[in-house]
C-alpha cells in the first residue's frame, strides 16, 4: 500500500504546504482522505492524477480540508470522469449539495454518490474503515482504513487535540498521520502542540508503527528538530514530519 502526502499546511498559508489531503493506494483502489486547497495540483503530479480518484473521504468540514473538492468537482467533470463517491461526517451530502446550489452550472454534470458516515464502521473504495470522533472545534472524525483483501492499517487522524483514545483507535497501525500544527510555546485549543502529543502517546495503551506529524501552521516551519525532540522527551517511538508529495510504501512493518 502507498501513502502519498498530498498537502501537509493549514488553514494559514506559509508558501511551503498546501492544505490537507492524503491518497492511499492498494492495487487499483484508490482514495482520497480530505480535499484542501491546493491538493488538486498535488494530485494531478501523481501517476494516478484526479482521474483515477472517484472517492473522497472527508475527517470535517472545515475548508482548510475541503476546499478544492468543488474544483475536483469540475475538473473530473472536464475530464470525462463522472462518477464520485463523497464521504464523511454527517453532513457531507448537504456539504456537495450546497456547494452545487452555489455552481448551478455543475448541476446534474457528475454522478454523485454522496455518503455520511454514521455507523461505527464501513466500506469504501477498497478499503474496510472505523471512525473515532476527535476533539475537535467541530464533528471530526479519524479513520482506521485497512484493505479489504487484507494489508497493513493507516490510520488518518484528522484534527484533534492530544487523545491518548485517539492513539488507542490507532493500536496495531503501521502509520497513524497526526496534526501537530504548533510547536510548544503557542496556547492552542483543538490542536495538539509536541508536548501533548507526545504525552498522549505515551501514555495510551498502544503500539503503533510509525507517526508522521502534519496540518502544520506557518509558526512550526524551522521548528521541526525542537519539535521532534519535545515529542521524544516523551515518547521513544518512531516519529516523523511529513512534507508535501511525500510517498511512503507501507507495509505492516512500517
Same mark, same amino acid.
Given at each position: 500500500? /502507498?501513502?502519498?502526502?498530498?498537502?501537509?499546511?493549514?488553514?494559514?498559508?506559509? $508558501?511551503? &504546504?498546501?492544505?490537507?489531503?492524503?491518497?492511499?493506494?492498494?492495487?487499483?483502489?484508490?482514495?482520497?482522505?480530505?480535499?484542501?486547497? %491546493?491538493?488538486?495540483?498535488?494530485?494531478?503530479?501523481?501517476?494516478?492524477?484526479?482521474? %483515477?480518484?472517484?472517492?473522497?473521504?472527508? *475527517?470535517?468540514?472545515? #475548508?482548510?480540508?475541503? !476546499?478544492?473538492?468543488?474544483?475536483?468537482?469540475?475538473? /473530473?467533470? #472536464?475530464? $470525462?470522469?463522472?462518477?464520485?463517491?463523497?464521504?464523511?461526517?454527517?453532513?457531507?451530502?448537504?456539504?456537495?449539495?450546497?456547494?452545487? !446550489?452555489?455552481?448551478?452550472?455543475?448541476?446534474? /454534470?457528475?454522478?454523485?454518490?454522496?455518503?455520511?458516515?454514521?455507523?461505527? !464502521?464501513?466500506?469504501?473504495?477498497?478499503?474496510?474503515?472505523? &471512525?473515532?470522533?476527535?476533539?475537535? !472545534?467541530?464533528?471530526?472524525?479519524?479513520?482506521?482504513?485497512?484493505?479489504?483483501?487484507?494489508?497493513?492499517?493507516?490510520?488518518?487522524?484528522?484534527?484533534?487535540?492530544?487523545?491518548?483514545?485517539?492513539?488507542?483507535?490507532?493500536?496495531?497501525?503501521?502509520?497513524?498521520?497526526?496534526?501537530?500544527?504548533?510547536?510548544?510555546?503557542?496556547?492552542?485549543?483543538?490542536?495538539? *502542540?509536541?508536548?501533548?502529543?507526545?504525552?498522549?502517546?505515551?501514555?495510551?495503551?498502544?503500539?503503533?508503527? &510509525?507517526?508522521?506529524?502534519?496540518?502544520?501552521?506557518?509558526?512550526?516551519?524551522? /521548528?521541526?528538530?525542537?519539535?521532534?525532540?519535545?515529542?521524544?522527551? &516523551?515518547?521513544?517511538?518512531?516519529?516523523?514530519?511529513?512534507?508535501?508529495? #511525500?510517498?511512503?510504501?507501507?507495509?505492516? *512493518?512500517?
Amino acid at each position: 500500500m /502507498r501513502l502519498t502526502f498530498l498537502g501537509t499546511g493549514s488553514a494559514m498559508p506559509s $508558501g511551503e &504546504r498546501v492544505q490537507s489531503g492524503y491518497l492511499l493506494e492498494h492495487g487499483d483502489d484508490c482514495l482520497l482522505v480530505d480535499c484542501g486547497s %491546493g491538493v488538486l495540483d498535488a494530485l494531478a503530479r501523481t501517476s494516478v492524477g484526479y482521474e %483515477g480518484v472517484d472517492t473522497v473521504l472527508l *475527517t470535517h468540514h472545515h #475548508l482548510d480540508h475541503v !476546499s478544492d473538492l468543488d474544483v475536483l468537482l469540475k475538473a /473530473r467533470w #472536464l475530464a $470525462g470522469a463522472t462518477d464520485l463517491t463523497v464521504a464523511g461526517p454527517p453532513g457531507t451530502r448537504a456539504l456537495v449539495e450546497d456547494l452545487l !446550489s452555489v455552481h448551478e452550472y455543475m448541476q446534474g /454534470r457528475l454522478d454523485l454518490t454522496l455518503r455520511d458516515v454514521e455507523g461505527a !464502521s464501513f466500506s469504501l473504495a477498497g478499503f474496510e474503515g472505523e &471512525r473515532y470522533e476527535t476533539v475537535h !472545534s467541530m464533528q471530526c472524525f479519524a479513520y482506521r482504513l485497512t484493505p479489504t483483501d487484507g494489508g497493513p492499517t493507516v490510520v488518518a487522524g484528522g484534527d484533534s487535540e492530544a487523545d491518548p483514545g485517539l492513539v488507542e483507535f490507532a493500536d496495531g497501525a503501521a502509520v497513524l498521520v497526526h496534526d501537530c500544527s504548533f510547536p510548544d510555546e503557542v496556547d492552542v485549543s483543538n490542536h495538539p *502542540t509536541p508536548s501533548s502529543l507526545g504525552a498522549a502517546l505515551a501514555t495510551a495503551d498502544a503500539d503503533v508503527g &510509525r507517526v508522521y506529524l502534519t496540518h502544520l501552521y506557518p509558526h512550526t516551519e524551522g /521548528r521541526h528538530e525542537e519539535m521532534l525532540d519535545s515529542v521524544s522527551d &516523551r515518547y521513544d517511538g518512531d516519529v516523523r514530519f511529513a512534507e508535501d508529495d #511525500l510517498t511512503v510504501t507501507v507495509s505492516a *512493518t512500517e
